[in-house]
């Protein structure tokens, strides 16, 4: 039997349900915020990706690249930054600024499977765009944390951690590093928690810093560079939420401003949504023709769905909105009758109910048990008593009966679903 790929998902009906309560929940709070949604095609030029990146990025090595049948070089998007930028490029003089967009995407990156991360994933992105000041970044923060929030989460489940590469960059050629030297410090304080000292401090050596020097600028902090963010979250109640911290440096090139990522509080997860400034992408990809700052973050589904099972107040919440429901089911009591019935089920469908009915004969018992299987809250019953016909609400079992004639009218005065 031919197998799905691994790192690639099947959507089953409560996969299905489980990702639409999800993109729901993203395109919700984003409306409350302002922010207007757009797209992008999933297959973009290769070079995109490599303009702005050194090779050996991370994120070139993950690439789903191949030539096209048209000898092109292409790739599956593995974000959305870099299309983002170019549409921005393009079309920046059609809209008003900032431009606040959203986007819910699916992106490939050819990474190791592991918890929380796949080869396909969903992802929620955000960016403000032509406004630099840190009220943008506070408003793009705010949003991140009121997503989660949204999906039943609080300050006890996650922390938005808070860093600025300007106040990394600053450090840095304080300390004599040239650009290269700039990029080798950030890939090593990146993976200060993941790697071993001796191994960073060799790739530092060419640097003339060590282990020991990032550590210590980490454990200074940088205030200053964070205030006017933090006193913006502070006026919307949010201080809570995050923890200014230098050790997140983000592995993409891009960033040049405020940095963040978002994980859950137990540390058990990766992280749950990153993202930060670009004031130079627009600029750089688009070779100077468009010159916009901008700021974002991306969202996975992956991490978040794992936190979701994780917290009961969350898991909650989902489960109610898996809750099947549904308006009408006929029962055809009478099998003679099914035309008749047929017509019922049009009209309740028409009247925009949503509406099922036994697509074979069946025992009325087991009609029934369908109804409640499918959260109806009404049945209507026809049988022998035809043209006269039993409309029961489910929950109470009240029952009435009524003209076929009658029904329509009396459908429409309810408010189902209830
Ligand atoms: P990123 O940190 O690469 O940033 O991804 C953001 C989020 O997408 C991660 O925190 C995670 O939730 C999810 N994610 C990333 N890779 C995977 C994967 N292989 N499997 C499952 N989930 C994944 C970006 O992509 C930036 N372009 C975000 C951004 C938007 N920056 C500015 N604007």
């Known amino acids: 039997m031919i197998q799905g790929l691994p790192g690639f ?43 702005k990146n050194e090779a050996g990025a991370e994120i070139l090595e993950q690439l789903y690249s191949f030539t096209d049948r048209g000898g092109r070089e292409v790739a599956l998007r593995p974000e959305m ?89 600053d450090f840095l050629q304080s300390r004599g590093c040239d650009e290269a030297a700039c990029r080798t410090a950030l890939a090593c304080a990146d993976k200060l928690e993941r790697e071993p000292e001796e191994k960073l ?14 550590k210590a600028f980490i ?25 200014p911290d230098l050790s997140i440096v983000r592995g993409l090139a891009y960033y040049t401003g405020v940095v963040f990522e978002i994980f859950d509080r137990s540390k058990n997860l990766r992280a749950l949504a990153g993202g930060g400034r670009y004031d130079g992408l627009v600029k750089g990809l688009s070779d100077g023709a468009a010159d ?16 979701i099972d994780e917290t009961p107040a969350a898991a909650e ?20 009758r099914r035309a008749e019935a047929l017509q019922i089920v049009q009209t309740c469908r028409e009247l925009g109910l949503s509406t099922d009915f036994p697509l ?27 043209p006269q016909i039993k409309l029961k609400h489910l929950a109470t079992r009240a029952e009435q009966t009524l003209d076929h004639a009658a029904l329509a009218p009396t459908l429409k005065t309810y408010k189902l679903h209830s």
């Open 9 to 51: 998902r099947d959507f089953f009906p409560e996969d299905c349900a489980r990702r639409n309560h999800v993109v729901a929940t993203w395109r919700e709070v984003s409306r409350r915020y302002g922010f207007v949604e757009f797209d992008g095609p999933a297959l973009e030029s290769t070079d995109l990706y490599r303009k």
């Open 317 to 336: 919440k989902l489960q109610a909105a898996l809750a099947l429901t549904s308006d009408v089911f006929v029962v055809i009591a009478d099998e003679s």
């Open 360 to 386: 074979k004969s069946a025992k009325v018992g087991k009609q029934f048990q369908e109804a409640e299987n499918l959260g109806a809250t009404h049945a209507v019953v026809i049988g022998q008593e035809w």
């Open 81 to 169: 930054t870099p299309t983002l930028a170019r549409m921005v490029a393009a079309r920046e003089k059609h809209y008003r600024k900032p431009m606040k967009w959203f986007c819910v995407s699916n992106f490939f990156r050819h990474e190791r499977q592991q918890k929380g991360r796949l080869r396909e994933f969903l992802q929620f992105n955000a960016d403000i765009l032509g406004e630099s000041s840190p009220q943008a970044d506070a408003e793009i923060i705010a949003l991140a944390i009121d997503l989660l929030r949204a999906f039943g989460f609080t300050a006890e489940h996650f922390v938005v951690r808070l860093s600025d590469r300007k106040a990394w960059m």
């Open 292 to 307: 916009l700052p901008a700021i974002g973050f991306g969202m996975g589904d992956v991490v978040l769905g794992h936190l």
């Open 219 to 243: 454990a200074a902090g940088s205030p200053e560079a964070f205030a006017p963010v933090l006193e913006a979250l502070a006026a919307r109640g949010l201080t809570g939420f995050v923890q």
């Open 201 to 214: 401090n060799a790739k530092l050596a060419a640097t003339g810093l060590t282990v020991a020097d990032l």
